[in-house]
T-cell receptor, first 115, second 113 residues
Framework: GAVVSQHPSWVICKSGTSVKIECRSLDFQATTMFWYRQFPKQSLMLMATSNEGSKATYEQGVEKDKFLINHASLTLSTLTVTSAHPEDSSFYIC???????????FGSGTQLSVL | GDSVTQMEGPVTLSEEAFLTINCTYTATGYPSLFWYVQYPGEGLQLLLKATKADDKGSNKGFEATYRKETTSFHLEKGSVQVSDSAVYFCALRGQGGSEKLVFGKGTKLTVNP
């Protein structure tokens, strides 16, 4: 099946620094990618939807200036957590939609810990 | 808004035991329902789905039936294996064809030999 590669798997950073997470579709073109966040013992929550070549659409309550999403190609989307703080520590997962139909493929997630 | 309530884990079973993971939902209209599985170190994978009431999704010995009257989509397997150890997520997609998924919190299953 289709593969979505997400890197890094885990990252520890100091408060105030920025962290970039990459999500790549390895063997298909993804016109739409989704970014989710999961806090401990909470549901996976959709943060934003990104379409190749256009601005991301953010869910209510997600700061677009803090969580920068770039979807410059059909195989790569990046999420940058700017000026990270301990409350941003979470598990971030990306998913990609195949251009035909709506089947979703997920990355393995990134555990972010902000000290 | 739409929501999914999923049985809290973790769940620990012995091999060949019967598995049920409860999932109920709140949504308007007729959502599509899904179970995803995440094996250690891997991304979420679609396990099974049902798109209308009374549909039964099945895959790898797992089953779930879309019950509109009880707004439920419980996951079952008659005899679990060690290889079924994973985190299971119940999810829904609202009526209208949007690609947006609403997830439950996930249930971690550990199967011991």
């Amino acid at each position: 099946g289709a593969v979505v590669s997400q890197h890094p798997s885990w990252v520890i950073c100091k408060s105030g620094t920025s962290v970039k997470i990459e999500c790549r579709s390895l063997d298909f073109q993804a016109t739409t990618m989704f970014w989710y966040r999961q806090f401990p013992k909470q549901s996976l929550m959709l943060m934003a939807t990104s379409n190749e070549g256009s601005k991301a659409t953010y869910e209510q309550g997600v700061e677009k200036d803090k969580f920068l999403i770039n979807h410059a190609s059909l195989t790569l989307s990046t999420l940058t957590v700017t000026s990270a703080h301990p409350e941003d520590s979470s598990f971030y997962i990306c998913s990609a939609a195949v251009s035909t139909g709506m089947k979703l493929f997920f990355g393995s997630g990134t555990q972010l810990s902000v000290l | 808004g739409d929501s999914v309530t999923q049985m809290e884990g973790p769940v620990t079973l012995s091999e060949e035991a019967f598995l049920t993971i409860n999932c109920t939902y709140t949504a308007t209209g007729y959502p599509s329902l899904f179970w995803y599985v995440q094996y250690p170190g891997e991304g979420l994978q679609l396990l099974l789905k049902a798109t209308k009431a009374d549909d039964k999704g099945s895959n790898k010995g797992f089953e779930a039936t879309y019950r509109k009257e009880t707004t439920s989509f419980h996951l079952e397997k008659g005899s679990v294996q060690v290889s079924d150890s994973a985190v299971y997520f119940c999810a829904l997609r609202g009526q209208g064809g949007s690609e947006k998924l609403v997830f439950g919190k996930g249930t971690k299953l550990t199967v011991n030999p």
